[in-house]
């Protein structure tokens, strides 16, 4: 179920192996309990731990170990204990680390997180099942949830920063050096459909028959999608100190009547309700908006009709930032359906008209090249005769974080670059598409990386970062930080 939970403890030997830094933790650090507030269990520069959060976490630990087939003793069970409050206040400090310096929450990352932790074995992600979760066993909106996952991600990102700071092997930093230094200049031009557009000779007929037989093999993009329309009843939070869940508790109340009686109406709920907005919406699907609401919050309400039949009712929904939830019906479905060939038989046409025009492109493309790589004429030469502009780049490195100056981002022709020969005047191993033209290319000038140079700087480069100083640096780093900062805990015996 939640894969990053079960998997995190591989091995009997890394269980010994935690469980021993736990009983060092708790011998040098001791335990207190005061100032920790009704409900916490520990406590770090502020950052809490709810005694829901440790329950949820321990009786995963303690699951996997009954999985196995292990009765624990009592003095085992507390040692578990304490490694899931230690690795809170790990965690905890290195987020503070992180946050202190500057780094944020990757969106993508949070997301890519949240997206493992709740996928099943074949990697399908259930966004009902992960809010349905979150709320029922956790006890948490989504949006806290998602909080929580952010601090986290910006502990991962620190604690990566330091090690890449400062640990590499002795080959990678030679791969490094040598990668940096490596570097390439090339001469090239640019052949656009329009220089191109007099040699193409197009042919613009398209027939009866070639458009019956594209309309046959493209039928599933041809089929509409699936229509609904809604009635929703949304609440919207009055009083930000009131809890995201006790406002769900709320809504769900509010909502009884009308979501137990089918034939209720909606509208007149709503004026009723005074609090309650009414909403009717005309054909919706996906890709449309409903006005006032969310993209997000859209889905989530189609979502939540996945299930139902027409005139039925779903649960009730809340928003991703806990701030207003929904009652939705279904009043109406229309079924996806395939489009008739007359409907779309001009779109076929232009279709298959671009798709002749591109093919004859990249044919006259590839013919050019193969002509000039064989050719024993400069590339000033052959563009010259084809009236076309000859560039040429600065040095540039095998960087894939960085563009080729002046050609701009594609990976392949800088991959190109750099596994050809490397001779002056050598062409690129075949025209590259960049952007919305094609580019054919040859050497221009190759300096490589002096390694005497390295030589002189290996040993300088590896005293600052061999495995042992990277180790060595984050733990004195998360030392330091957890001298400054405020940690209270409850002995584990005493839960």
Same mark, same amino acid.
């Given at each position: 179920?939640?894969?990053?939970?079960?998997?995190?403890?591989?091995?009997?030997?890394?269980?010994?192996?935690?469980?021993?830094?736990?009983?060092?933790?708790?011998?040098?650090?001791?335990?207190?309990?005061?100032?920790?507030?009704?409900?916490?269990?520990?406590?770090?520069?502020?950052?809490?731990?709810?005694?829901?959060?440790?329950? =949820?976490?321990?009786?995963?630990?303690?699951?996997?170990?009954?999985?196995?087939?292990?009765?624990?003793?009592?003095?085992?069970?507390?040692?578990?204990?304490?490694?899931?409050?230690?690795?809170?206040?790990?965690?905890?400090?290195?987020?503070?680390? #992180?946050?202190?310096?500057?780094?944020?929450?990757?969106?993508?990352?949070?997301?890519?997180?949240?997206?493992?932790?709740?996928?099943?074995?074949?990697?399908?992600?259930?966004?009902? =099942?992960?809010?349905? =979760?979150?709320?029922?066993?956790?006890?948490?909106?989504?949006?806290?949830?998602?909080?929580?996952?952010?601090?986290?991600?910006?502990?991962?990102?620190?604690?990566?920063?330091?090690?890449?700071?400062?640990?590499?092997?002795?080959?990678?930093?030679?791969?490094?050096?040598?990668?940096?230094?490596?570097?390439?200049?090339?001469?090239?031009?640019?052949?656009?459909?329009?220089?191109?557009?007099?040699?193409? #000779?197009?042919?613009?007929?398209?027939?009866?028959?070639?458009?019956?037989?594209?309309?046959?093999?493209?039928?599933?993009?041809?089929?509409?999608?699936?229509?609904?329309?809604?009635?929703?009843?949304?609440?919207?939070?009055?009083?930000?100190?009131?809890?995201?869940?006790? =406002?769900?508790?709320?809504?769900?109340?509010?909502?009884? $009547?009308?979501?137990? %009686?089918?034939?209720?109406?909606?509208?007149?709920?709503?004026?009723?309700?005074?609090?309650?907005?009414?909403?009717?919406? %005309? $054909?919706?699907?996906?890709?449309?908006?409903?006005?006032?609401?969310?993209?997000?919050?859209?889905?989530?309400?189609?979502?939540?009709?996945?299930?139902?039949?027409?005139? #039925?009712?779903?649960?009730?929904?809340?928003?991703?930032?806990?701030?207003?939830?929904?009652?939705?019906?279904?009043?109406?479905?229309?079924?996806?359906?395939?489009?008739?060939?007359?409907?779309?038989?001009?779109?076929?046409?232009?279709?298959?008209?671009?798709?002749?025009?591109?093919?004859?492109?990249?044919?006259?493309?590839?013919?050019?090249?193969?002509?000039?790589?064989?050719?024993?004429?400069?590339?000033?030469?052959?563009?010259?005769?084809?009236?076309?502009?000859?560039?040429?780049?600065?040095?540039?490195?095998?960087?894939?974080?960085?563009?080729?100056?002046?050609?701009?981002?594609?990976? %392949?022709?800088?991959?190109?670059?750099?596994?050809?020969?490397?001779?002056?005047?050598? $062409?690129?191993?075949?025209?590259?598409?960049?952007? %919305?033209?094609?580019?054919?290319?040859?050497?221009?000038?190759?300096?490589?990386?002096?390694?005497?140079?390295?030589?002189?700087?290996?040993?300088?480069?590896?005293?600052?970062?061999?495995?042992?100083?990277?180790?060595?640096?984050?733990?004195?780093?998360?030392?330091?930080?957890?001298?400054?900062?405020?940690?209270?805990?409850?002995?584990? #015996?005493?839960?």
């Amino acid at each position: 179920m939640i894969k990053s939970i079960r998997e995190e403890i591989s091995s009997w030997y890394m269980q010994v192996i935690l469980l021993l830094l736990v009983l060092s933790f708790i011998s040098f650090y001791g335990w207190s309990g005061s100032g920790l507030g009704s409900g916490n269990i520990a406590s770090v520069g502020g950052e809490k731990m709810s005694y829901a959060d440790f329950q =949820f976490q321990l009786q995963n630990q303690l699951q996997y170990f009954q999985n196995m087939g292990v009765e624990l003793k009592e003095n085992e069970r507390q040692a578990i204990q304490s490694m899931v409050i230690n690795r809170f206040i790990n965690e905890k400090i290195l987020y503070l680390q #992180g946050e202190e310096i500057g780094f944020v929450a990757s969106g993508e990352g949070v997301k890519k997180s949240i997206q493992t932790m709740f996928s099943d074995s074949e990697g399908n992600f259930n966004f009902e =099942f992960y809010q349905n =979760f979150v709320r029922n066993r956790m006890g948490k909106t989504p949006s806290a949830f998602e909080k929580e996952e952010g601090k986290r991600n910006i502990a991962q990102q620190y604690q990566q920063w330091v090690q890449d700071a400062s640990m590499q092997s002795p080959l990678a930093l030679e791969n490094e050096f040598t990668t940096q230094n490596n570097k390439r200049a090339i001469t090239w031009v640019e052949i656009t459909k329009s220089s191109a557009q007099e040699k193409l #000779g197009t042919d613009k007929s398209i027939s009866d028959e070639d458009v019956q037989s594209y309309y046959e093999s493209h039928q599933s993009q041809y089929q509409t999608m699936e229509k609904k329309k809604l009635e929703i009843l949304s609440l919207q939070k009055k009083d930000e100190s009131q809890s995201d869940q006790d =406002f769900y508790d709320e809504s769900k109340k509010l909502f009884q $009547w009308a979501k137990s %009686d089918p034939q209720t109406n909606f509208q007149i709920f709503a004026e009723n309700e005074q609090s309650a907005q009414w909403i009717n919406t %005309d $054909w919706i699907t996906y890709e449309d908006t409903i006005e006032t609401l969310s993209n997000e919050n859209t889905a989530l309400l189609l979502n939540a009709t996945l299930r139902l039949s027409k005139d #039925g009712i779903s649960e009730v929904l809340q928003s991703r930032d806990g701030k207003t939830t929904f009652l939705v019906k279904l009043v109406d479905v229309q079924e996806p359906k395939t489009k008739s060939l007359e409907e779309v038989r001009d779109s076929i046409k232009s279709e298959m008209l671009d798709q002749r025009k591109n093919d004859a492109f990249e044919n006259y493309v590839q013919n050019l090249y193969t002509q000039w790589s064989s050719s024993n004429k400069s590339i000033q030469q052959l563009a010259g005769s084809h009236k076309l502009n000859v560039q040429t780049s600065e040095l540039f490195s095998q960087d894939p974080t960085s563009d080729i100056p002046v050609v701009s981002s594609n990976a %392949d022709l800088l991959q190109d670059v750099f596994t050809v020969a490397g001779q002056k005047g050598q $062409w690129l191993s075949k025209p590259f598409l960049v952007d %919305d033209h094609f580019v054919i290319a040859q050497i221009h000038n190759v300096e490589l990386p002096n390694m005497d140079e390295f030589k002189q700087k290996k040993s300088e480069l590896w005293n600052v970062s061999s495995q042992e100083v990277a180790s060595m640096h984050l733990s004195d780093l998360s030392e330091r930080k957890r001298e400054s900062t405020k940690i209270i805990q409850i002995q584990p #015996g005493s839960l």
